[in-house]
C-alpha cells in the first residue's frame, strides 16, 4: 500500500526531501481468522520530518496499522500481505522552523470484528426436521362427520347424589360419507370420564345419513361440583372426529354433584348403641351386656314387648339401672351435627312383666363446653300404657350435639326394665330434585 501523507505547517518555507530514504514497515500480524471488520479504520501514520537550510532532509517513517489494510475473506483466511510499503512525505517548506511536526492519525472508534464464514450454514430447526407431531391423523372432514341431535337422558346440569349411577344416552347422525363402523371407538378426549367406558365400540355400522344412540354407564363423583367429560369417535385409522362442520367439537356430559337433603332417619340409636359410652353409679358397662347384671345393662332387641301386650317387630334398647335405690343407667352417643327440622322421635315404656317399674326417661344433651342440659323427661309407670316421644331439634342446629339417653328408677330399681322402642333422629325435606329422561 502506498499512501502520501499531507503536513502542513505554520511555516511557508519550501524544502525538497531526499526521496532515497526507504521508510521502516512494522507491520501487525493478520489474525488467522477471517474478519470482516465494520469500519476500515485509518492506520496510524507517524511522520519525523528535521528540515534543514541545505533544503536535503531524512525523514523517520514509522508505519503502524491498527488493523491490516486490506482483508480479503476466504474459504481459507490466508492474507498475503504486501512486502514492501512506500510512503512519500511532501517536500516540507523552505525556512527554519521552530519544532519537529508529528501527524498522528487516530480512528475516531475502536473498531469492531466481525466473524463472518464463507457459507453461512442453514439452521434446520428440530420440528422441520422431525416432522410436525400431532396427537392424532387429521381426519377426512368429508367422510367422517357428526350430527349432534340430542340428549336422550341426563340433560345439561342434571343432578345427582354423590355416588349415583347414571346411563347417559347420546344421539348422533352420521352426516359424512364414509360408514361408522363397529371398530369405530368413543373415546374420552377431555373433561372427566366419572366411571365411563373409554373407546366403547359402536353398537353397530352407522351409514351415512342414519343416527345412532350412543348408551354408557356413569358414577357420579363422591364430592359436590360441577363435572364434565367431552367424548368423540375415533375411527378405524385413529382419526378423532366429532360435531360441526370442521368436526372438531365434541359430545358431553354435563352434571352436578349435590347431596339431596335428607329424609327419614339420619341417625338410628339402635343401630349406633355400642358406639355410645354406656355407664351406672358402678361404672363404665359394656354394650349388650349380660342379662340380670346389678351394675345395670342395656340390650338391642329387633323384636321388644312393651307394657301394653303388644309385640313390635322395631329395633330397640331395653336399658336396665343399677340395681340399687335410686339406680341409673346412661348413654352418652357420639356428636351428630343437627340441622333446622331435625326431630327425636322415639316409643317408651316398661317391658311387659314388669308390673313394680317405675322410672324417669330423659333426653339431654351435651355441646362443647362439655356441660350437659336436659331437654326432655317423662316418668313411666307400669299402666299398660306406652308414651310417644316427638322433639324439634331445631334449637340445636348448626350444633355438634352429643345426646345422651337417661333412665333413673324413682325407687328401688329391682324390677325397672325400660324399653326405648325405635329411638332415631328423623329429618324432613323434600326429595332429590334430580330431573332425568326416561331412557327409551
Known amino acids: 500500500m502506498s499512501r502520501t501523507p499531507t503536513i502542513t505547517p505554520s511555516s511557508t518555507a519550501t524544502t525538497t526531501p531526499s526521496r532515497t530514504a526507504a521508510p521502516t514497515l512494522t ?33 523517520t517513517l514509522t508505519f503502524t496499522p491498527s488493523l491490516p489494510p486490506t482483508i480479503t475473506p476466504t474459504r481459507t483466511p490466508t492474507p498475503t500481505p504486501s512486502a514492501t510499503s512506500t510512503a512519500t512525505a511532501m517536500p516540507p517548506p523552505t525556512g527554519t522552523m521552530s519544532r519537529t511536526p508529528t501527524a498522528t492519525l487516530t480512528p475516531s472508534h475502536t473498531p469492531t470484528l466481525t466473524f463472518t464464514p464463507s457459507r453461512t450454514p442453514t439452521r434446520t430447526p428440530t420440528q422441520a426436521a422431525t416432522g410436525t407431531v400431532t396427537r392424532t391423523p387429521t381426519p377426512n372432514r368429508g367422510c367422517d362427520r357428526i350430527d349432534f341431535v340430542a340428549d336422550v337422558t341426563v340433560p345439561r346440569n342434571s343432578i345427582f347424589a354423590p355416588g349415583a349411577s347414571f346411563t347417559k344416552v347420546w344421539r348422533l347422525k ?13 373415546v374420552l378426549v377431555s373433561g372427566d370420564r366419572m366411571g365411563g367406558q373409554n373407546l366403547m365400540p359402536l353398537p353397530a355400522e352407522v351409514a351415512p345419513g342414519q343416527t345412532v344412540d350412543l348408551r354408557m354407564n356413569f358414577i357420579a363423583p363422591a ?19 366429532g360435531t360441526t362442520a370442521t368436526a372438531n367439537r365434541p359430545f358431553s356430559l354435563f352434571i352436578r354433584v349435590k347431596a339431596p337433603p335428607l329424609t327419614g332417619t339420619v341417625y338410628d340409636l339402635v343401630a349406633n348403641a355400642c358406639s355410645a359410652q354406656w355407664s351406672s353409679g358402678a361404672g363404665t358397662l359394656n354394650c349388650q351386656g349380660a342379662n340380670l347384671r346389678r351394675n345395670g345393662y342395656v340390650l338391642r332387641r329387633s323384636v321388644s314387648k312393651p307394657e301394653n301386650g303388644a309385640i313390635v317387630v322395631k329395633p330397640s334398647l331395653l336399658t336396665v339401672p343399677q340395681n340399687t335405690l335410686h339406680g341409673y343407667i346412661r348413654a352418652l352417643f357420639p356428636s351428630f351435627r343437627v340441622q333446622k ?7 317408651v315404656s316398661c317391658e311387659v312383666g314388669a308390673t313394680s317399674c317405675g322410672v324417669l326417661f330423659r333426653l339431654d344433651y351435651q355441646l362443647a363446653d362439655g356441660v350437659v342440659y ?30 345422651v339417653l337417661t333412665v333413673l328408677s324413682l325407687g328401688p330399681a329391682s324390677d ?19 330431573t332425568l329422561t326416561s331412557t327409551p
Open 341 to 347: 327440622g331435625d326431630r327425636f322421635q322415639a316409643i
Open 416 to 434: 325397672n326394665r325400660a324399653l326405648w322402642v325405635e329411638p332415631r333422629i328423623v329429618r324432613s325435606g323434600s326429595a332429590s330434585s334430580v
Open 374 to 403: 336436659e331437654l326432655w323427661s317423662v316418668e313411666e309407670h307400669y299402666e299398660r300404657n306406652t308414651s310417644t316421644v316427638d322433639i324439634d331439634l331445631s334449637s340445636l342446629a348448626g350444633q355438634d350435639v352429643n345426646f
Open 174 to 186: 352420521n352426516v359424512g360419507t364414509c360408514t361408522w363402523k363397529t371398530t369405530y371407538r368413543v
Open 27 to 59: 507491520r501487525t500480524p493478520v489474525p488467522s481468522a477471517t474478519l470482516e471488520p465494520t469500519r476500515t479504520p485509518r492506520p496510524t501514520i507517524t511522520v519525523s520530518l528535521t528540515p534543514t537550510q541545505t533544503a536535503s532532509f531524512t525523514p
Open 223 to 241: 364430592v359436590e361440583g360441577t363435572y364434565q367429560g367431552n367424548w368423540q369417535i375415533r375411527n378405524d385409522k385413529s382419526e378423532i372426529f
